[in-house]
């Protein structure tokens, strides 16, 4: 199983926000910020921040990814 942070990019393109102004109105590191571009796992806290501050549901920001059999 894989994770992947498509919706949260999506989420930033429709709001018009970069990369940059994302991790400083959130309050995440710039590894954390790294993290999420390389679809890596981070802790369901950083998962519930950025809902909480884009005021949006959790499948806004990840989706899970089914391994293929």
């Not at 369901?44 to 059999?69: A, F, R």
Request: proline residues 3%.
């Amino acid at each position: 199983m894989a994770v992947s942070y498509k919706p949260l990019w999506h989420q930033m393109i429709e709001r018009g926000m970069k990369k940059l102004e994302f991790r400083d109105y959130v309050g995440i590191s710039s590894s954390t910020l790294a993290k999420l571009g390389k679809d890596d796992y981070v802790s369901l806290e950083v998962i519930e921040k950025i809902c909480l501050k884009l005021n949006c549901k959790i499948e806004d920001v990840v989706q899970i990814i089914p391994d293929k059999e």
